[in-house]
């Protein structure tokens, strides 16, 4: 009896695509829902490792062009006062206020070195906000994957338990199948969500690096600035 019953559960395909096509309907979703995460996740994981590494780079050749020693008002000519580079951007904030508290005959208006520091502050704000944009969704999917997973898991289970109780049979051919597919939507849930944490742990370390960049340089060209305004 025993070598039947291993050898009819032998003959069952366990394949992914034959555990998914002989799951209920609501196991179905759970996986198809899992997948898609996992899909979306990998695209922003992509799109944000891209865009990470464009901002570095540009950020990097902004700053030699800084230091270059080249008058910064030339420097703010070139760029324009509404450049593409995130780094350049913030100068720029900073370099429009500072022209427009240039009085006509030369004298800065009062408060400029706030009002310049609020408007590069403003920038690095808007900056950060775009460099974050996708993040929270990664953390999502890595938060609600695995519980999304174990919904299917339960749902699945309680479908075997059903069978087995309709069949009043407990043989490895019959329990086996429904345990299986059960199971695979929790795996799908782990391989939503585990690259998901790992590369929301990554890119949030990676994003906070490029604007704490960005910080310290205001702070640096307020510096420069407000030696200007001393003398």
Do not use: C
């Not at 890595?142 to 407990?170: C, H, K, R």
């Amino acid at each position: 009896m025993e070598t039947e019953t291993l050898a009819a559960a032998a003959e069952i395909d366990f394949s992914m695509l034959a555990l998914f096509a002989r799951a209920t309907l609501t196991v179905k979703l759970v996986m198809l829902i899992l997948i898609a995460a996992s899909v979306w996740s990998w695209a922003i994981i992509i799109r944000k490792h891209l865009t990470f590494r464009t901002a570095q780079a540009e950020a990097a050749r902004f700053d030699s062009a800084f230091w270059s020693g080249e008058p910064l008002d030339d420097l703010y000519r070139q760029i324009g006062p509404d450049p593409d580079g995130r780094a350049a951007s913030v100068f720029a904030a900073g370099m429009a206020e500072w022209q427009r508290s240039h009085k006509g005959d030369g004298a800065m208006i009062p408060g400029a070195a706030a009002r310049i520091d609020r408007s590069m502050d403003v920038a690095i704000a808007r900056e950060s906000q775009d460099l974050e944009g996708g993040l929270p969704i990664l953390a999502t999917i890595g938060a609600t994957a695995p519980f999304i997973g174990l919904f299917g898991t339960v749902f699945g289970i309680m479908n075997a338990f059903i069978d087995i109780a309709e069949a009043q049979n407990t043989n490895l051919a019959v329990v086996a199948p429904g345990i299986a597919e059960a199971l695979l939507a929790t795996g799908l849930g782990l391989l939503a969500a585990i690259p998901a944490v790992i590369f929301y742990n990554k890119l949030s370390a990676d994003q906070g690096r490029i604007v704490g960049g960005y910080e310290s340089f205001a702070d640096e060209f307020s510096t420069i600035l407000s030696r200007q305004l001393d003398g």
